[in-house]
């Protein structure tokens, strides 16, 4: 029987291994009190496993306040529990449910955080994953040997229709490939959906007559479940291509229906994410996240960036750009073996299932990040975001635009920011006007 | 214009007008470098407005770590935000995004918690809220003047359809008002849905049609939104009363999609909550929550229980409790004024929208708490669910509901459990047998 394999960040006043039992008791068939019907052949067929225990450091102070231990000591532990594929079958909510659902109550934890999760090769028979994914979506906007360049419309709320249609007139000009709404930005009275889709595909369109070129929208469908899908009706009947979902506000039921309509390139923002990831031991991290999101068919998802404008290190958000560019199943060997290992990923979009998501890349983007993004990631499988970096460009939009390539040019190069800012000179008046803010 | 007000818990290493203000911008209008079209007439319109700033205790180690204050000092406070309707029109999704996305991001922020949310009287004319809620499972179980007696099917996996409805056959006869599935129990080949319920309700119809009483069984449908449909189609056509959605693995979109069929009473499970409420400077608290979640249309929501086995305190679900028997609308008075007053919740039942939803108390209970709860909460209006403590009797099943019957009885009449104990002999017998496990 396949199992799913799960990885945790525990920390605990208890003896590890007793910990490491509660968790799996009660996410499989754990009661208080034993009861009829509990049987030993039950329990070895549908129990959870503790497949292995590494013990860390120890500390004094728990993780989470407010626990105590009777020793003065709390054990921090990387622990992988497993479960027979046959609790769950091939069941999204119910997968969450299971990895990580009633767990996080547990008293015997005062820190528990879901680090990977490893679905075996039956999963890839049941999902598909992405329908677009990195391959998919350079097809849709045309962009290869790069990342495609992207911006969001700002002011976030407030712009009319035809206030945001001229907007995306001039970033269409300017040569982007991808624009998106905020996540603020929804159905409101003041930008109806349809009449926003009208406004910017109009343009777009228009566009693409003249160039040949289609600029990727990712319009913010995110609503009740109706609406969703007559907004992304609406979409393709206009001939757009994507549209945005923001994951943790719609659900994975949500997503998964939408993802599944498989016309539109689907963008998953993460807003709420820091809720389930800023304590180091607590929630869940990138790497298990994104297989989740991914189960649910979603093409593209935020990472963040490097020398963002919010909380999160460099390293993490490296670590999630390299998760993302992971193949989502092993389909190399037997079930349920080692970790999913790096493969390119190119032979893994489109046909097969599990592709790689695209990465989003965005949070106080300007260009100068790409050089120290690309050095540490050596991939360009990305869509890059840059807000103010393109419309607050000294010279206007397409001389933004023609910067980002430029930066993206100069770090394929193995520039450094400093190198390429001596070696190109508008490149050096990029870091003049942005450098301080985004740095 | 009306306005939403949103309270969260903050700490921060900056002054905190300076945080608030980030807060209020990141969620508005706001971006890193000024853009053309962000005027001041549209930010007048549109910006979110800090309201309110209560300064609370100031302490020199951050609530989230790894944070520095170049003072040494992080101020906490507690402060009110406000946003216009306008801004998200009336969309549960975006809403969500807005009061908690990004802004749990924000590096101005060593701690961030959601309190509560006030949603303006326009909000009742777009949301109905719990389509049963409290009157509604009263009357599908016709349960007055005590808490609805529920229970789990366990061993929560592993049981065959046939060996579910045997248990439920026991339980039915044993006088319980309500069954649930597990919640990691959905649709697996060893228990198939449609089979679970012809099994199960073939014993509860035919129960009914004996006593009269048609026992409330809430079958887990949490599953892909197809599924979902064709599952809650299936209990419906087969006589049944409920439908289980685990409300994280779900989300917003797939569970107000189910609500909105208004068919079945609705259990709201919580499994996933501690990630998000454990640390008391991160995530949302239960106030919030379970408001979102009713204006999804969700009937029943777990609250936990007094003296669980969980790491939750027992003034915590006092609070929750309250909570939910909170109305969800101030209709009252003027648009965004006051918080919601404490209303006689019976008339609010039904008709009216933003009923109350019904509190599932659970996780470690056997009847002895039911003292404890009724005192401090000084209501009935609950589902008050027993595992062990009812199949585990040592008088068998039916014992131990009559057993929970008794202990609500002696809770009503005002006993502390030593006093039931020493009046009543049976629950005297009760705190023998489960007074350890469960206190």
Known sequence: MERIFATYLIETPLAVEKAAAALAGEQSSGTFV??????????????????KITPLETVTEPGLPGFRSPGGKFQRAEIVVSWPVENMGWNLPVLVSTIQGNLYELAQFSGLKLMDVELPPSFAGHFRGPKFGIAGCRRLTQVENRPLIGTIIKPSIGLTTQQTAALV??????GIDFIKDD???????????????????????????????????????????DAMQRHYEKVVQSGGTSAMISLNSVGFAGAK????????????????????NRHPLLGIEFPAYQKLWRLAGVDQIHVNGIANKFWESDDSVVRSIAACLQPLFDLSGAPGAAPARLQNHAQLAGAVPGAPI????????????????FRRTQTTDLLYMAGGGIMAHPHGPAAGVRSLQKWWAAAVEGLTLEQAAQKYPELKKSVEKFGKQGG
Chains 1, 2 share one sequence.
């Open 169 to 174: 007139k001039t970033l269409a000009e300017a």
């Open 34 to 51: 034993a009861v009829p019907g509990e049987t030993e052949e039950l329990k070895q067929r549908f129990a959870a496993r503790v497949e």
């Open 257 to 276: 229906k939408i993802c599944d309509l498989g016309a539109l390139a689907i963008h998953g923002h993460r807003n709420g994410w820091g809720m389930l």
């Open 358 to 373: 695209l990465p989003v890349v965005s949070s106080g983007q300007w260009g100068g990040q790409a050089c120290e993004t």
């Open 183 to 225: 996540e603020l930005m929804g159905n409101p009275p003041h930008s109806p959906f349809d009449e926003r889709v009208d406004s910017v595909m109009h343009v777009l369109n228009a566009h693409a007559d003249r160039t040949g070129k289609k600029v990727m929208y990712a319009f913010n469908i995110s609503d009740e479940l």
